[in-house]
């Protein structure tokens, strides 16, 4: 099978060299050989040693190879790399890609054409990097009816919480740190405010549920605002902070929905620390799994990326093509569940609100919340003071719909006694 | 597509069951409907309702009835289940089993013929139930060369073990509770022994490495030797017991083992409790990677089943039939590598020796370890007396090779301060 490489930064350069470093395995698994026959890139990668493969600067060049059969597109962003593999799939090659951005934002068009076209556009690269998921959603499990998943899909994200942790440092401080090692990008947005874990979310909630892709509809709040002092009492409660990528089947519609996270030191994925990604899955059969493993890095996404291939490889071996559906599910049977407002939501909340130290603000604040039919699971009274008198009153509560908590924490902020506003951190649940 | 369902069981009546419940869901996920057309059970299962689905007796029905496209086998066993599976390939049958240790043992023969039948013989069902581990190793790393994987791949004996740890109590004791609550069978030699989790670990080495199934070369030791005071110094040194299965790839063997294994209590593999089931494999690109979830269960057993089932769908959709092959690697390119005798392993130990309370003692058993090559990593000495005047001397090793520890174990047994056997226990290190 002849492969042209689009892109040869962190990923494309680790593709490339695990092409040639296991090609003999990567025969022996899919029964003939993957070759690179041309790479595309502007720049050169001083890992890779070409060896007389031939090279352009110009990534359509392979898309006009006659001779090409894949393209991988690892070229990054959503413009040219959207012409290159709507065009690749147009000229009926099969396209790998560790896109997330592009297939959470075009994925259903491109879908669209590559059936169209009887070909695959294989994407496992860009979720979790070499945590074969998407695999597992669409196949592993295919037995089941999902009803829900939550990951940590962003090791930049964790790596602050973990810090934030482990050494009661602040946000910004780890933050700077990060970007120091190279783990954050010197606009940090897209990693700490969640969109990156939102894109992969979006993928994962479509292949979960066969649902088509609602990247636009996805709720999304990040971890910036997160205080060593929630950390601290999270802890107390017997709970860690996580930066969650959720999504949840309802009856009629479908929860999308990224933000820190309290969840039970019991479960697994709270253990989850550093740089590390896992994705918890529940089936109506096979109950939770989890896959852990290494979310991002040069040889480890380039694990998924020439798995795709060699899925790819295997059916042409057999005179067929990949018979799997891009979302898991047929495109004329998928289900039409859209992703529901956040006001929707339901959820369990840590508050945390800080209050003058007078007997009584206890009580008015306990009337609002069971006005709201929110009940209180657990609480705590800090007497140590923060500033002018004011003490953190710190409180877990029962599942409530967002909507309820809106209502009611305005009603609290509106109190004499109560100082700024209240901080919101939802809490996974057992049930969850 | 049309199947035949061999058995009722607890496996078999969940299949019946998830095949029912989710009907419409599997068939929007392969695009063609999976039906039962037969059963063949002794008894009948009081959940599964059959509807007017023709039941048979006999199994060997199934195999002969010409309508029937995949043959199910959940009888378990190895005589019958191996005459119906070897009859379903020979008609031309696929067949999906969940039967660890027919294709631990026959495996090989089995594959042999189906390759020739041009049919599929699908086992994900066999290993660590719903998980789906057979597929990550086979498509989802398929880039990697697995270095090695390690799995507690029997729910019974880390519910032991489990709760060993957390309660202080002994093996006997809550070998007891197991089997009264159903975890454990009446014999309970299959499990605790390691003979369930050796049958599982041969299929796993078998699909990570490309060789043929070696069951007969697996080195199997139990659980039941552990004592609370084991678990106790583990955990004083960082460490928790748990029973793994090891399958190392070296230069030029490979190392099968099945056994009790001091990890770090860092590791998330430390922290999968109770009846879960938890597979670490680490791939030269991907690094290291988990799994997790229920290891046995009806519904999560089914799950796999069913994924298999999907599996042969959806290449039959395309014409075809599934592509990957049985053991990940072309039967003519698989590796040639052999299991490697016990003695040829490396590990590291932990070792607990009653001693006389005299001075000297430690110098003599220090000695005795340095002649063989042995590094202590880490040791401590107790003063509590066990009784007669001896206190234990638990220690940490570095690597050696398991030879090199039975000799030094030998000599130190013959000193006449030291009591009774010297207890040994595996540790894994953060290499492995």
Same mark, same amino acid.
């Given at each position: 099978? !002849?492969?042209?490489?689009?892109?040869?930064?962190?990923?494309?350069?680790?593709?490339?060299?695990?092409?040639?470093?296991?090609?003999?395995?990567?025969?022996?698994?899919?029964?003939?050989?993957?070759?690179?026959?041309?790479?595309?890139?502007?720049?050169?990668?001083? #890992?890779?040693?070409? =060896?007389?493969?031939? @090279?352009?600067?110009?990534?359509?060049?392979?898309?006009?190879?006659?001779?090409?059969?894949?393209?991988?597109?690892?070229?990054?962003? &959503? /413009?040219?790399? !959207?012409?290159?593999?709507?065009?690749?799939?147009?000229?009926?090659? @099969?396209?790998? #890609?560790? =896109?997330?951005?592009?297939?959470?934002?075009?994925? =259903?068009?491109?879908?669209?054409?590559?059936?169209?076209? %009887?070909?695959?556009? +294989?994407?496992?690269? %860009?979720?979790?990097?070499?945590?074969?998921?998407?695999?597992?959603?669409?196949?592993?499990?295919? *037995?089941?009816?999902?009803?829900?998943?939550? %990951?940590?899909?962003?090791?930049?994200?964790?790596?602050?919480? #973990?810090?934030?942790?482990?050494?009661?440092? /602040?946000?910004?401080?780890?933050?700077?740190?990060?970007?120091?090692?190279?783990?954050?990008?010197?606009?940090?947005?897209?990693?700490?405010?969640?969109?990156?874990?939102?894109?992969? $979310?979006?993928? $994962?909630?479509?292949?979960?549920?066969?649902?088509?892709?609602?990247?636009?509809? +996805?709720?999304?709040?990040?971890?910036?605002?997160?205080?060593?002092?929630?950390?601290?009492?999270?802890?107390?409660? %017997?709970?860690?902070?996580?930066?969650?990528?959720?999504?949840?089947? $309802?009856?009629?519609?479908?929860?999308?929905?990224?933000?820190?996270?309290?969840?039970?030191?019991?479960?697994?994925?709270?253990?989850?620390?550093?740089?590390?990604?896992?994705?918890?899955?529940?089936?109506?059969?096979?109950?939770? /799994?989890?896959?852990?493993?290494?979310?991002?890095?040069?040889? *480890?996404?380039?694990?998924?990326?020439?798995?795709?291939?060699?899925?790819?490889?295997? +059916?042409?071996?057999?005179?067929?093509?990949?018979?799997?559906?891009?979302?898991?599910?047929?495109?004329?049977?998928?289900?039409?569940?859209?992703?529901?407002?956040?006001?929707?939501? &339901?959820?369990?909340?840590? $508050?945390?609100?800080?209050?003058?130290?007078?007997?009584?603000?206890?009580?008015?604040?306990? /009337?609002?919340?069971?006005?709201?039919?929110?009940?209180?699971?657990?609480?705590?009274?800090?007497?140590?003071?923060?500033?002018?008198?004011?003490?953190?009153?710190?409180?877990?509560? @029962?599942?409530?719909?967002?909507? =309820?908590?809106?209502?009611? #924490?305005?009603?609290?902020?509106?109190?004499?006694?109560?100082?700024?506003?209240?901080?919101?951190?939802?809490?996974?649940?057992?049930?969850?």
């Amino acid at each position: 099978m !002849k492969v042209g490489l689009c892109g040869l930064g962190t990923v494309g350069g680790g593709t490339f060299n695990l092409l040639v470093k296991n090609k003999q395995e990567i025969a022996a698994r899919c029964g003939m050989p993957i070759d690179i026959i041309q790479v595309a890139s502007r720049n050169m990668n001083p #890992t890779c040693d070409l =060896n007389g493969i031939a @090279h352009t600067e110009n990534v359509f060049d392979v898309v006009r190879n006659p001779e090409v059969d894949v393209v991988i597109e690892l070229i990054g962003g &959503t /413009t040219v790399a !959207k012409d290159l593999v709507m065009q690749a799939v147009e000229a009926g090659k @099969h396209v790998v #890609t560790a =896109n997330k951005a592009l297939i959470a934002e075009y994925g =259903n068009e491109i879908f669209d054409l590559a059936r169209e076209k %009887g070909v695959t556009v +294989a994407f496992e690269a %860009g979720i979790a990097g070499g945590i074969p998921v998407i695999k597992a959603l669409r196949e592993g499990l295919a *037995a089941n009816e999902i009803k829900w998943l939550a %990951g940590i899909i962003n090791g930049t994200g964790n790596f602050i919480l #973990t810090e934030m942790r482990d050494k009661g440092r /602040t946000f910004e401080d780890v933050l700077k740190e990060a970007q120091e090692l190279g783990y954050a990008e010197a606009d940090p947005t897209f990693d700490v405010e969640g969109i990156d874990a939102a894109h992969k $979310l979006t993928i $994962l909630a479509s292949v979960a549920f066969g649902i088509p892709l609602q990247f636009e509809r +996805a709720y999304t709040e990040g971890i910036s605002d997160i205080a060593p002092s929630d950390v601290r009492y999270a802890e107390e409660f %017997g709970y860690r902070i996580k930066h969650l990528g959720i999504a949840k089947r $309802l009856e009629h519609g479908v929860e999308l929905r990224v933000h820190p996270t309290l969840i039970s030191e019991q479960h697994l994925i709270a253990k989850v620390d550093g740089v590390m990604n896992a994705v918890v899955i529940d089936g109506d059969a096979v109950g939770q /799994t989890l896959y852990y493993g290494a979310g991002a890095g040069s040889m *480890a996404t380039a694990s998924a990326v020439v798995a795709d291939l060699i899925d790819i490889a295997r +059916a042409r071996k057999q005179g067929s093509t990949v018979g799997v559906p891009s979302l898991g599910h047929n495109a004329d049977q998928l289900n039409d569940l859209s992703v529901v407002s956040v006001e929707e939501i &339901t959820s369990a909340y840590y $508050l945390r609100i800080l209050v003058q130290d007078h007997p009584g603000v206890l009580a008015k604040v306990a /009337t609002i919340l069971s006005e709201h039919g929110i009940n209180i699971e657990s609480i705590t009274q800090k007497e140590t003071e923060e500033h002018d008198g004011l003490i953190p009153l710190v409180m877990l509560t @029962h599942v409530v719909q967002e909507k =309820n908590m809106n209502h009611a #924490t305005q009603a609290i902020e509106a109190l004499e006694e109560v100082a700024g506003q209240v901080k919101r951190i939802r809490v996974a649940v057992s049930e969850d």
